[in-house]
């Protein structure tokens, strides 16, 4: 399929206002290596399945501002009697490479409001819209034809290591697998998009990029207007609802040949690396080469 065909229907995200004030809350520090933080907020959904709950929290002293962001538990058991609409305080653990919450308590109750979903504008033509890169320059999806491609999007704010910085952790591995390889092909990007345009410049993107030590002939950091952010993210099936500055989202990578087509979508973060590599050496090859 070509690109403006990747339509994947996704649930809508309901947001809930939550502006009582957070109690103080203290936890004891399970391990050396990992950091505790005290939260509350409103549960907007609730996947034990996937071991999954998302949380329209209030501020979380010495990490991050208000967000609507989905988190991790260990155990299921952990969401038993918790639904939609509940009032909730928990403890956020942070290793440098997980997070996970625990200690859950329903504290109240609220109605949320019906679901709301981005809305855009009618959808260009992608493939010729004028993004804009980490160096300021215009960009075209167009312009990377004849090359394989892994996409992907995330904010340079998001602060959990398992969730945006993961994303670019694997792009950062594989771009330095590729360049490391003998005699590997040589046409392959990788596109970052943001969706907070509004925060992310080009200077922030080049900023965070460096921290990643990203090549700019192998990998692009994109921003544009956010109608056409949007767009483009609807098509790759990436669902995200910004709100006054907080943004829950689901995670997507997808590889696509160098004629523009759908190869291959990876639905979660995790470490995706030699993953991903492999996959953009067949793209870029027609032929499912080996690592070494």
Request: aromatic share 8%; proline share 8%.
């Amino acid at each position: 399929m070509r690109l403006l065909s990747w339509a994947v229907v996704i649930g809508h995200v309901s947001l809930v206002l939550f502006s009582t004030k957070s109690a103080a809350l203290s936890f004891p520090q399970s391990s050396t290596n990992v950091q505790t933080f005290a939260g509350r907020g409103v549960v907007l959904r609730v996947q034990p399945a996937d071991k999954t709950i998302v949380i329209r929290h209030e501020t979380i002293s010495n990490l991050m501002p208000a967000m609507t962001m989905p988190f991790h538990v260990k155990r299921p058991e952990e969401l038993d009697g918790l639904a939609a609409g509940d009032q909730v305080s928990f403890r956020l653990l942070v290793s440098p490479v997980e997070s996970w919450i625990d200690h859950l308590n329903k504290i109240g109750a609220t109605n949320l409001p019906p679901a709301t979903t981005v809305a855009t504008n009618a959808e260009p033509s992608l493939l010729d819209f004028p993004f804009i890169n980490e160096l300021g320059r215009a960009v075209r999806l167009n312009d990377f034809h004849g090359q394989a491609l892994a996409i992907t999007f995330f904010y340079t704010r998001c602060p959990l290591p398992d969730y945006c910085p993961r994303l670019s952790k694997n792009f950062e591995m594989a771009q330095q697998t590729l360049e490391a390889m003998t005699n590997a092909p040589t046409n392959w990007h990788l596109i970052s998009v943001t969706f907070e345009p509004e925060v992310d410049t080009p200077e922030r993107l080049q900023n965070y990029g460096r921290s990643y030590l990203y090549d700019p002939d192998h990998w692009s950091f994109l921003t544009g207007s956010p109608d056409q952010i949007a767009a483009l993210a609807r098509a790759c099936g990436v669902e995200y609802a910004p709100d006054a500055g907080t943004i829950t989202h689901n995670f997507r990578t997808l590889i696509v040949d160098p004629n523009g087509h759908l190869q291959m979508v990876f639905p979660t973060s995790g470490d995706l690396s030699d993953q991903i590599v492999r996959e953009l050496l067949k793209a870029a090859t027609n032929t499912p080469p080996a690592l070494k």
